[in-house]
């Protein structure tokens, strides 16, 4: 039972009162905080899924913007024989049973973000989400569907687009790049090297071995598909294997997208065509690659070059968006129209009910891109790409990569 009495939370309680009143500003000041008083609606519980590696620093993020975040739970699927029911488990779902839980940061492998994510919203948490956001196009669609439903806060664990927005250079470019006034973009923004295409390479025809005694491997599985045991699928190994992640590329490519995402105005839209060159994939694990080319509607091209792999990217020199470069005229309107509203970081979106910097949508769409690269490394074959059907075009074998089958009885 919660504090309220009714099921529901307390700062939820809180929240949806001061919405109702109108205003903040007639709730008591015990509740509102100042000099001497810690407000409850700015204390919150909160969860941890996913407890190795990223998993405390991600539980910290929860902090920001001066969110105070008591932590009640911890999940872990290494947790089999030290789950006691109260504050360890090792399924998330008697987590999000918890009335007393408003927050969770979730830190699992990919192949379990958008599940969890999705349950949280129904159950009325607000979630903070490790990068990648999803392991497939289609499951990143029903995350951002499930939150907008449910009106919970959702952000993604990076944070360089509030950089960004701070940056007035910065600003400048996204005010251009969301305008409507540019009739074309010949900007081809390379990216080179540190995506850790190697290093997150995964091993192939590994042989079983005896499952620790300490893991629940049939809920690690989850839904991606079943395979025995090996412990390269398990820690930050499991990066190289498509069944969780997407190797080096979905490891990294969140953190140097997202802000991009920002600053030319894609937080609503997708690549239209993506061309790759890598050697053959193997239909299990991630390997090499040497680039990938996406180039959106308006003709921005976005090129991810390994540095790793065959010859470095030279089709398309690279050319950064230079205000100066454009018509006195549309620069000047540009410059007439207000600044982008600041973007809100995880605890004050949750404090005030409103979207977060790195929103769902934001989120769903940079991890498309990563997944947009993959698959065509992965097919070997150029892509066409319908960001509003978030389907691709004329490819049956690369479209089934979108929406994957997820292991029963899990589904989206």
């Known amino acids: 039972m919660s504090e309220t009495g ?41 969860a941890l899924i996913g407890c190795g590696g990223r998993g405390p620093g991600t539980f910290q993020e929860l902090s920001r913007g001066g969110l105070q975040v008591r932590q009640l739970a911890w999940c872990d699927v290494k947790f089999v024989g030290r789950a006691d029911n109260k504050t360890h488990y090792t399924d998330f779902r008697r987590v999000l049973e918890r009335q007393d839980i408003d927050v969770i940061a979730i830190a699992t492998p990919p192949h379990w973000h958008a599940l969890i994510a999705i349950a949280a919203a129904e159950a009325g948490k607000d979630v903070l ?37 701070r940056n007035k250079a910065e600003v400048r470019k996204h005010k251009i790049m969301s305008s409507g006034l540019l009739p074309r973009c010949d900007v081809v923004y390379i990216h080179k090297g540190g995506f850790k295409v190697k290093e ?23 839904p991606a598909p079943w395979k025995p045991y090996v412990r390269e699928r398990t820690g930050g190994t499991h990066r190289g294997y498509w069944d969780y992640e997407g190797g080096g590329l979905s490891d990294m ?27 053959p994939a193997h ?55 207000p600044d982008p509203e600041p973007l809100v970081d995880f605890g004050r979106a949750v404090r005030e009910r ?16 990563l997944h947009l690269a993959n698959i065509a490394i992965r097919t070997g074959r150029t892509l066409q790409y319908d960001p509003v059907k978030e389907q691709i075009i004329g490819d049956a074998e690369a479209n089934r990569l979108v929406n994957v089958p997820m292991r029963s009885p899990w589904h989206l």
């Open 200 to 222: 997150w390479s995964g091993k192939a025809n590994l042989p079983p071995e005896p499952v620790p005694a300490n893991l629940d491997w049939d809920m690690y599985v989850g």
């Open 283 to 337: 239909p299990e694990v991630c390997g090499m690659w040497g680039w990938v080319e996406l180039t959106y509607a308006d003709g921005l091209k976005v090129v991810l070059d390994s540095g790793e792999w065959g010859e470095p990217y030279t089709r398309n020199p690279g050319r950064n968006l230079n205000p100066q470069d454009l018509d006195p005229e549309i620069l000047r309107q540009v410059d007439a129209r």
């Open 129 to 165: 989400c490790e990068k990648p956001m999803s392991r497939f196009i289609a499951e990143g669609r029903a995350v951002v569907d499930a939150f907008e439903r449910y009106q919970r806060v959702f952000q993604i664990g990076t944070f360089g687009r509030f950089g960004m927005s």
């Open 354 to 369: 409103t979207q977060a910097g790195g929103h769902a949508e934001a989120a769903h769409r940079c991890a498309t891109l």
């Open 6 to 46: 009714t099921g529901m939370s307390r700062r939820g309680f809180l929240a949806s009162s001061a919405t109702a009143a109108g205003v903040f500003s007639i709730v008591p000041r015990h509740v509102l905080g100042g000099p001497g008083y810690t407000p409850p609606s700015e204390t919150v519980g909160g």
């Open 253 to 279: 490519g969140q953190h140097y997208f997202d802000p991009f995402q920002w600053t030319y105005a894609k937080d609503h839209t997708s690549p239209v065509r993506i061309e790759a060159s890598a050697p």
